[in-house]
Each structure stands twice: as C-alpha cells, then as structure tokens.
C-alpha cells in the first residue's frame, strides 16, 4: 500500500488562478516534500516541511501539514503556464535511514 | 539545476542486449538512488546506496544490479533486456541536511525500451 495518495489525480485551472493538492499518509513522518516533474524529465525538489512544523511559503508556493491528519496541501498562487507538470510529494518516515516514498502524482494543466 | 547527470537520455534496444545505465553526480553525495518511473505513475525505488562498496535493493525487486565504487558513480545494469524492462529510470542523490531530512536530486532519466 501506498505510503503517500495524491488527490486530485489531474487538475486543470487558467493562469492566474490558484491551484490546491493534497497528500495524504499513513504511518508517522520527519518530513514531508513536495516535488515537480517536467514531462520527461526528473524531479525537482519544491518544498519541505518538518513533521513539527504547519506551514510553510516559498515563492507562490505555500504547504500545510496536519499531522493529527495525516495530510499535506501545496498551493500555487497565481499560476502560470510554466507551472504545468506532474507534482510529487514525498514522505520520509521516522526511523534510522529511512527513505523518501513518493505518491503517484498529479498533473496539473494551467491554460494560457 | 541539480550537478546529476545519466547517459544514455534514450536507449532502444533488442531483446537479451546487456545494456549499463550511467548515473554520476559531482556534488559528493554519499546517497544514490535508482527510480523506474512508467508514464503518469508513481516512483518505484529499486536500488540504494549510502555510500562506496554499499547497495541494497529497494522496494520494487528488480533484475537489475548495481555497484558503487566511487562516491560519484552509480551505474545500473541489466545482465539480459526484456520488453518489460521498458520504462524510465531515474536516478538520484542526497545528503543529509542538519536536523537529518532527506532532500533528493534528480537526473534527468533514461528512457529505455526493449523491442
């Protein structure tokens, strides 16, 4: 089963707008991230927050954390074309060497 | 723009070819990683290492093996290619960041396909 669900598995807005994603988990984290993928390319790290941390903002980019939940938001403020990409986030569990499990992404589609 | 690199970016090949996906990163991360990534879906680990002479397989089983014999190289190889080998393989690095979270860097992929 899958550490980390994406919701909405695609979703598309106009520029401008503001785009939402949720993640949501299921076993306790140090952190969660969130990543961008470009079609064809690797990932790029967005965002990082802390399992004792509730938000944080980078740019348009703002994420929550709810812990007692289980669950994480990405906000796009004022989309671009630019922003069009699959959206990742990733959970690392607590423990020793533990590694990052990625969801299955959503793809976000911003129209001119 | 992350200092990974993996070669080939593209590879087409027949069916029992012994084929060596090339990952190096000159950032001095002692952690590697190998992703298979299929089209739209989620990231599938199937090889690790924290570090020289150290791999373990991931959470996927795959028939590939990996080395580690310098801090800057990860190549995966595939002994005999098959058809259900194709997908995207992704490969990626990390340190640890004070307070210990684990922030990855990522090639830009190899897209294989076997014919």
């Known amino acids: 089963s899958q550490q980390g669900e994406e919701d909405p598995q695609a979703l598309s807005i106009q520029e401008g707008e503001n785009a939402t994603m949720n993640c949501s988990y299921k076993t306790s984290i140090n952190n969660l991230q969130w990543y961008r993928q470009n079609s064809g390319r690797g990932l790029v790290h967005l965002i990082l927050i802390r399992s004792n941390e509730r938000e944080k903002h980078s740019g348009r980019l703002r994420v929550t954390l709810d812990t007692s939940k289980k669950s994480s938001s990405l906000l796009i403020t004022a989309s671009r074309a630019a922003d069009t990409a699959s959206y990742f986030c990733a959970t690392e569990r607590t423990g020793a060497n533990s590694k990052l499990t990625f969801g299955k992404g959503i793809t976000l589609s911003v129209r001119p | ?115």
């Open chain 2, 1 to 115: 723009e992350a200092d990974i690199y993996q070669t080939p970016r593209y590879l087409v090949i027949g069916t029992g070819k012994k084929i060596t996906l090339e990952c190096s990163q000159t950032m001095g991360h002692d952690k590697m990683y190998w992703y298979q990534q299929d089209p739209g879906m989620e990231l599938h680990l199937i090889h690790y290492s924290y570090g020289v002479n150290s791999t373990e397989k991931g959470d996927l089983s795959s028939e590939s093996t990996v080395s580690r014999i310098r801090t800057e190289h990860f190549p995966l190889t595939l002994e005999s290619a098959r058809p259900s080998h194709t997908s995207q393989y992704l490969c990626a690095s990390s340190e640890y960041e004070r307070g210990g979270a684990d922030t990855q860097y990522f090639g830009p992929g190899t897209r294989l396909t076997v014919l």
